[in-house]
């Protein structure tokens, strides 16, 4: 699948589960998460491609859960089913968690719970669907250097345990024990050798393919920070104006062409970042199809907005369902049909 395509669909299930407290959507939200994660995983399998395994959606929903649903049902004492009362007499936690413990607040923070959990799943779609490359090649080119650097950055701590568990094991191969605080050293050493070989290796490939370049980029970036800082103070004039009862309509204004400078002053300085491309991303039908879906959804849940609320408090009741919506939700399984076609179907740029 087209990143894009994947871009529109995380956008589709954060876009709806923030909206929302529905059980019954939440659920549908988070299975169709899990189903498709499955499914991108198998083909991980199956193309040899390596992917993150090591994190268990289940697992994290059922913890993120129960800790959700119990900060906050002795946080928050609203709700008229009380299950126990905290007295407030307890030295420390009485006088900050004192009160009526409810079945309204422990619902409430399970179904935060929820959210949060479908969240970490769509997340961890997208990172298993898609390269790091994939990821950077679709920010704003005015961001592209810190995106590379923050990749980097971000798989260090990852390639470190990888090379210090191989070094373990060339060292207990040799023989060698960890006894005290001595035997560290024939770890540590090699580690940080390692280390800086590959600091020194990946200066050297960089340098070779130009990142460190800046023929005419300057100029642009020296323009767009005069636009941006424009932009930035035209929003602050547009807020405080949006503030006077007389001016509420030159704030708004003033606020729109705020964010339209910052806007041209990005892609302004991303003019002068040069990118480019290996490997040509192909646009295939399937991913319109996704598009589509996913579009569809967006509409569809702000039309039939009531379908998405509901409310434990003050008494818990039970959810409504909306089928249409529940339809919808379940139009977001056609990744799983894209990753079984295999990309075998003819594509256009």
């Not at 005419?216 to 035209?234: E, F, K, P, T």
């Amino acid at each position: 699948m087209h990143p894009l395509s994947w871009l529109f669909w995380l956008g589709t299930v954060v876009g709806i589960s923030v909206q929302t407290r529905n059980p019954l959507i939440l659920v549908l939200l988070f299975g169709v998460s899990w189903v498709v994660l499955q499914g991108v995983r198998a083909r991980e399998v199956r193309t040899a491609r390596p992917g993150g395994h090591d994190t268990a959606p289940l697992q994290f929903t059922v913890t993120v859960m129960l800790i959700g649903g119990i900060v906050n049902m002795l946080t928050s004492h609203v709700g008229q089913s009380v299950l126990f009362q905290i007295p407030s007499w307890i030295p420390v936690l009485g006088p900050l968690l004192g009160g009526p413990v409810t079945l309204e607040a422990l619902v409430f923070g399970l179904l935060n719970g929820l959210v949060l959990a479908t969240l970490f799943t769509a997340f961890l779609v997208l990172t298993s669907a898609l390269s790091t490359r994939d990821l950077i090649g679709y920010l704003p080119r005015a961001f592209y250097p810190l995106a590379v650097v923050s990749a980097i950055a971000v798989t260090f701590a990852p390639n470190v345990r990888r090379q210090f568990e191989q070094v373990r094991e060339a060292q207990a191969i040799r023989g060698h024990r960890m006894r005290g605080l001595k035997d560290w050293l024939p770890l540590m050493m090699p580690l940080l050798v390692g280390g800086l070989e590959r600091a020194l290796q990946l200066a050297e490939a960089m340098t070779a393919r130009g990142f460190v370049r800046d023929t005419n980029g300057s100029s642009y970036h020296a323009r767009a920070r005069v636009v941006l800082l424009v932009g930035l103070v035209l929003l602050l004039a547009g807020e405080v104006w949006a503030l006077l009862p007389a001016q509420p309509g030159i704030g708004r204004v003033t606020r729109w062409v705020a964010v339209g400078l910052i806007v041209a002053a990005i892609w302004y300085a991303g003019r002068g970042t040069q990118r480019t491309r290996y490997r040509k991303v192909v646009w295939r039908r399937c991913d319109t199809g996704v598009l589509m879906l996913s579009l569809g959804l967006l509409v569809l849940a702000q039309v039939r907005h009531a379908g998405l609320s509901y409310n434990p408090y003050p008494v818990l009741s039970a959810p409504s369902f909306d089928p249409l919506l529940g339809w919808g939700i379940l139009g977001l399984l056609a990744p799983l049909f894209c990753l079984s076609r295999g990309g075998t179907e003819e594509g256009v740029s």
